[in-house]
DNA sequence: CATTGATTGAACTCACGGGTTCAATTCGCT
DNA sequence: AGCGAATTGAACCCGTGAGTTCAATCAATG
């Protein structure tokens, strides 16, 4: 056994009477973490392997090569931002107080999302690897970042039609009020690498709800 | 000091009778080309030679190493980006027709600045290896996009004062129209690698005019 | 023309990492 | 207990690429 591993197994608090089942998710975590941290082409397998508390071999039984092990990795974790966005925006709908607070509130959950170590890397290695997998970025950015704008444009198009937001193209609305709190968020995380501050999220997210209202409100 | 640097002074873009002059500028324009095509890890320097019609040890004797040359590289062509960027935005105070008119043409012309390939390389880059190179990323991401958005700003301010937008913050007016050009783009260029058509373009920024000037026109 | 310094090509060192092999071991299950 | 599949560790092969060395060459300057 080796003594790297120590630390390693406690991670998976379901992994106290794993003997050798789900190591497949171990190495898929792990994975992510590394490629995160690294990059793909900087990310060794034995690392890999070390962080899930596995040998290599086991991660090359589990998954053809390296690249299979990357796309993988990826598009689970990517799958998980895209429930976590789809249920922030599904939430839209039971709001029943002031549209502007409803705004607000959807503009603070979805930067949430937006600025989430997990999202943040998906969208890092997503970014960084485009040219290396073109497969994947059309795969996972068509059926992430493009769902949760359509989600948010049927919502748009529901308060359009009980005459709250003025007659307009949803689609467009969605796209516009995601910009207007994705931008400024980038923009904010320029400056220092550091976490936007919770603050300046609520002000962003304010400044968005604010902006959209006045251009799209009836 | 290399002696060699003297004839680097001269700007000498036409290299036809180039015997060993700007030998600096070519390393320089091939590094970027293939870091942009490679990424950082998977350029190889003996490329980048080549692709700079000069042997591997003179790159090294220009640039002590593979990190530096990329980070030159990667500020030289930040700076031009930079350049085009500004000019653009200079131009809103010369313009003398309607708002509208004068918000769409900076919004297309904004917009072909970030649809350059060399600027989509350069924040491709940039965010690629934001986790390897940090001082990188601050240092070109706030003297390039937080310049622009600064002077923008700055346009928007006159603009208040003359009572052609309502009274705001100009640099949430300036953050946030740079969102709604660069959200949508981002957006459009997801589905398809390939690039977005000139006329996505025009509406692209005929909409984010048309949201900004229902939300700060007076 | 000769000196000086940059340039060249080619070969070299060295570290790193993907992927494999294999015998020994362990696990899950009956 | 015992069988088969999965796991392990360790060593190994092999390509790749950063950075260096060196003798030969080239361009310019005095």
């Known amino acids: 056994m080796r003594s790297a591993s120590i630390g390693d197994m406690a991670q998976h608090p ?3 009477s794993t003997g050798r089942i789900d ?3 171990a190495i898929l975590d792990a994975a992510f973490q590394v490629f995160a941290r690294d990059g793909y082409a900087n990310a060794a397998v034995d690392v890999i ?4 508390g596995v040998a ?3 991660v090359y039984n589990h998954f053809t090569d390296k690249q299979t092990l990357f796309r993988e990795a990826l598009a689970a974790d990517a799958e998980r931002v895209l429930g976590r966005n789809l249920a922030v925006v599904q939430r839209l709908s039971d709001g029943r107080g002031e549209l502007r607070a409803r705004l607000e509130d959807l503009g603070v959950r979805l930067i949430e999302c937006y600025a989430d170590d997990r999202s943040v890397a998906v969208r890092r290695l997503l970014c960084a690897e485009a040219s290396t997998f073109p497969e994947i970025h059309s795969e996972i950015r068509e059926q992430t970042g493009e769902r949760v704008v359509a ?3 049927d ?3 529901h308060l359009v039609l009980d005459g709250t937001l003025r007659e307009c193209d949803p689609a467009q609305a969605a796209e516009q009020f995601e910009a207007l709190l994705a931008g400024p968020m980038e923009h904010r995380s320029r400056s220092g690498s550091r976490k ?3 603050a300046a999220r609520r002000a962003i997210a ?3 709800a604010d902006t959209f209202i006045r251009a799209y409100a009836r």
């Open 23 to 25: 190591k497949r998710a």
């Open 14 to 16: 379901s992994a106290a």
């Open 196 to 198: 936007v501050p919770a």
């Open 206 to 208: 304010k400044a968005a």
């Open 56 to 58: 290599k071999p086991t």
């Open 155 to 157: 919502r748009f198009a």
């Open 151 to 153: 989600a948010l444009a």
């Open 49 to 52: 392997a070390a962080a899930a």
